[in-house]
């Protein structure tokens, strides 16, 4: 499912129009970005959560010549799916 098909989704489950479902899905976006940019937590019960997590620089190797090369550290963004969820898939 693409962004597009969610917002069409989300319009019909909801009853309102594709405009509103689009700016509704973008201000979750927004606000879940920003939340994440922050270092925060962000939990949707019977979802799931959102955090964020450091992963270390660490080495690795050039598949194309076999040289090892050093992979810098960086954040990343972590999504454990609720119980809720879990059960329907």
Request: avoid cysteine; hydrophobic fraction near 40%.
């Amino acid at each position: 499912m693409n962004k597009a098909e969610l917002v069409d989704a989300m319009a019909e489950g909801a009853g309102i129009s594709k405009a509103d479902a689009k700016r509704a899905l973008d201000a979750f976006v927004d606000a879940t970005a920003g939340a994440l940019g922050k270092g925060d937590r962000v939990s949707l019960v019977g979802f799931g959560s959102f955090s964020v997590s450091h992963r270390g620089e660490r080495q690795g190797r050039n598949p194309q010549t076999g040289k090892a090369i050093t992979i810098k550290a960086k954040n990343v963004i972590k999504f454990k799916a609720g119980a809720e969820l879990s059960s329907k898939v």
